[in-house]
C-alpha cells in the first residue's frame, strides 16, 4: 500500500484557511436585516449604502446562503453599457431577422437556474452611461431580449461618494428604483461574528389570515396622506446628492404601499417598518407618513367626549398628546358646555394617569375655547397644578443646564 504523501505547508496553510472559514449562524433581532429581508420577500430592488469595509457584501453573501439563493456578484462599474443593453449578434438574414441583442453569460444562467440573488456590487463606481443602462434590468427585470424570472430578487451595495473609488452620484431615475437601507456596523455583531458566529437572515413570517387587512392599511395610510399632502406625491430634491437617495414619486409610493403590506402582514416593528418608508420615499416624507399611520391608531375623540370616565387613553406620550389634540378640535368644531366639560375631565385623567407636560398645549387651547357664560370646572383646579408643577420642573432643569454651561 503506497504511502501518503507528507503535507506540505500549502496544505497546512489550506487546513488553517479551512478552519478560520467554519463558522456557524444564530438568530439575532436586527432591525437593518430584518428591513433588508422583508425588502427581497416584497421583490424590491434595494440599495445598501454605507462606508467601506463595513460588511455590505459579506451580509448578502450570508444572506443567498441562508435563503439557498444562488448569488451572482455583478460589479457595474467593470462592465459597458452593452454588457446590460446586449451585445448586438448578426444573424443569418438581419434584414428580415433583424439583429437580436444577446444577454451576457451571467443572465442566462439566471435564467437557467429560475431563481437567484443577483448582486450589484459598488454601484456608486458605475459611469453615468452604465447607470441609464441598467435602467431596464433594474424596473423591468430585462437584458437584451432576456426576461428575467420572477425567482430572481435583486440587491445592490453602494459607497458614498466621498469614499466611492472614481465615484459618482446616482443618476435620479436610477435611484428612484431602488429601496434605500443604511448599512452601518454593529460592534456586537462584528465581534461576535469574528468568535464565529454571525446573525441568520431569514425571510419573514407572513401571517395569511393578515394579508387582505395588511393591503387595506397599507393602502388607506399612504392615500390618506397623499389626498392631505398632494405635494408629497412628486418631489425631486435639489441637490444632486439628495436625487441620488430616496425621494417621493408615484413609483417610489406604489413601492411604499407594498413595503407596508409586507411588513404588516410579517408583524414588522415600528423602527423596521420607518426604515422602510423613509429608504422608499425619503426622511421627510417617510417620517409624515409613520405620523399619519400613528395617529390612525387613535381613538375617535367623538367617543372620548362621550364617556370620559371610561376613556382609554393612548400610553405613548406623543399619540396621547395627539389625542388630546383630536378632542380638543372637536370642541373646536362643535363648542358646547357638556363637551367642553369632558374635555377638561379628559385632560385632568391624563395628567392624574401619566406625564402631566403632554395636556399643556391641548389645555391652553381647550381654556381658549371658553365662553362667558361657562363655569369653569372644578376639574381645572387639579389641572392646573400638575401642569403649574411640570412647568416650574421645566424651568428648574433649565436653570440647571445654563448654570453647568456657564462653568464650562
Known amino acids: 500500500m503506497p504511502l501518503a504523501?507528507?503535507?506540505?505547508?500549502?496544505?497546512?496553510?489550506?487546513?488553517?484557511?479551512?478552519?478560520?472559514?467554519?463558522?456557524t449562524t444564530e438568530p439575532r433581532p436586527d432591525d437593518r436585516l430584518a428591513a433588508l429581508t422583508l425588502t427581497v420577500a416584497a421583490d424590491l430592488p434595494v440599495l445598501l449604502w454605507g462606508e467601506p469595509g463595513i460588511g455590505k457584501t459579506a451580509a448578502l453573501t450570508q444572506l443567498a446562503d441562508?435563503?439557498?439563493?444562488?448569488?451572482?456578484?455583478?460589479?457595474?462599474?467593470?462592465?459597458?453599457?452593452?454588457?446590460?443593453?446586449?451585445?448586438?449578434?448578426?444573424?443569418?438574414?438581419?434584414?428580415?431577422?433583424?439583429?437580436?441583442?444577446?444577454?451576457?453569460?451571467?443572465?442566462?444562467?439566471?435564467?437557467?437556474?429560475?431563481?437567484?440573488?443577483?448582486?450589484?456590487?459598488?454601484?456608486?463606481?458605475?459611469?453615468p452611461a452604465v447607470q441609464a443602462a441598467l435602467l431596464r434590468l433594474v424596473l423591468e427585470r430585462r437584458i437584451g431580449t432576456l426576461q428575467l424570472p420572477p425567482g430572481v430578487r435583486i440587491v445592490a451595495a453602494a459607497n458614498p461618494r466621498s469614499s466611492a473609488a472614481d465615484g459618482w452620484?446616482?443618476?435620479?431615475?436610477?435611484?428612484?428604483?431602488?429601496?434605500?437601507?443604511?448599512?452601518?456596523?454593529?460592534?456586537?455583531?462584528?465581534?461576535?461574528?469574528?468568535?464565529?458566529?454571525?446573525?441568520?437572515?431569514?425571510?419573514?413570517e407572513l401571517d395569511p389570515a393578515r394579508l387582505p387587512e395588511a393591503v387595506a392599511?397599507?393602502?388607506?395610510?399612504?392615500?390618506?396622506?397623499?389626498?392631505?399632502?398632494?405635494?408629497?406625491?412628486h418631489r425631486l430634491p435639489g441637490s444632486d446628492t439628495q436625487r441620488g437617495g430616496a425621494w417621493p414619486s408615484p413609483r417610489s409610493w406604489e413601492m411604499t404601499v407594498r413595503l407596508i403590506a409586507f411588513a404588516t402582514a410579517a408583524g414588522a416593528s415600528r423602527e423596521v417598518l420607518a426604515l422602510l418608508v423613509r429608504g422608499a420615499v425619503g426622511d421627510g416624507p417617510g417620517l409624515e407618513l409613520m405620523a399619519a399611520m400613528d395617529r390612525m391608531?387613535?381613538?375617535?375623540?367623538?367617543?372620548?367626549?362621550?364617556?370620559?370616565?371610561?376613556?382609554?387613553?393612548?400610553?405613548?406620550?406623543?399619540?396621547r398628546q395627539a389625542a388630546l389634540e383630536g378632542v380638543v378640535d372637536a370642541v373646536r368644531?362643535?363648542?358646547?358646555?357638556?363637551?367642553?366639560?369632558?374635555?377638561?375631565?379628559?385632560?385632568?385623567?391624563?395628567?392624574?394617569?401619566?406625564?402631566?407636560?403632554?395636556?399643556?398645549?391641548?389645555?391652553?387651547?381647550?381654556?381658549?375655547?371658553r365662553?362667558?357664560?361657562?363655569?369653569?370646572?372644578?376639574?381645572?383646579?387639579?389641572?392646573?397644578?400638575?401642569?403649574?408643577?411640570?412647568?416650574?420642573?421645566?424651568?428648574?432643569?433649565?436653570?440647571?443646564?445654563?448654570?453647568?454651561?456657564?462653568?464650562?
Open 5 to 23: 504523501a507528507p503535507m506540505t505547508q500549502l496544505d497546512v496553510a489550506a487546513e488553517l484557511l479551512e478552519l478560520l472559514a467554519a463558522t
Open 66 to 127: 441562508t435563503l439557498g439563493l444562488p448569488l451572482t456578484t455583478v460589479i457595474a462599474s467593470v462592465h459597458e453599457p452593452s454588457d446590460f443593453a446586449g451585445l448586438p449578434v448578426l444573424g443569418d438574414d438581419p434584414a428580415v431577422q433583424g439583429v437580436p441583442m444577446a444577454p451576457p453569460d451571467w443572465a442566462v444562467r439566471l435564467v437557467r437556474s429560475g431563481r437567484g440573488l443577483l448582486f450589484l456590487d459598488e454601484l456608486s463606481t458605475a459611469p
Open 169 to 204: 452620484e446616482l443618476s435620479p431615475p436610477l435611484a428612484n428604483r431602488f429601496v434605500h437601507l443604511p448599512w452601518q456596523h454593529d460592534h456586537e455583531v462584528v465581534v461576535r461574528g469574528l468568535g464565529g458566529t454571525w446573525p441568520r437572515a431569514v425571510l419573514p
Open 217 to 233: 392599511l397599507a393602502r388607506r395610510a399612504v392615500c390618506e396622506l397623499l389626498a392631505a399632502r398632494p405635494t408629497l406625491v
Open 297 to 319: 391608531d387613535l381613538p375617535d375623540p367623538e367617543a372620548l367626549l362621550a364617556d370620559p370616565a371610561g376613556a382609554v387613553l393612548p400610553e405613548r406620550g406623543d399619540l
Open 371 to 408: 365662553q362667558a357664560d361657562w363655569e369653569v370646572p372644578a376639574t381645572i383646579d387639579r389641572l392646573a397644578g400638575a401642569v403649574a408643577l411640570s412647568r416650574r420642573a421645566d424651568r428648574a432643569v433649565a436653570r440647571v443646564a445654563a448654570a453647568d454651561g456657564a462653568r464650562r
Open 333 to 369: 368644531r362643535r363648542p358646547d358646555r357638556a363637551r367642553w366639560d369632558a374635555a377638561w375631565a379628559l385632560l385632568a385623567r391624563a395628567v392624574e394617569s401619566g406625564a402631566p407636560d403632554v395636556a399643556v398645549v391641548p389645555a391652553t387651547a381647550l381654556a381658549a375655547l
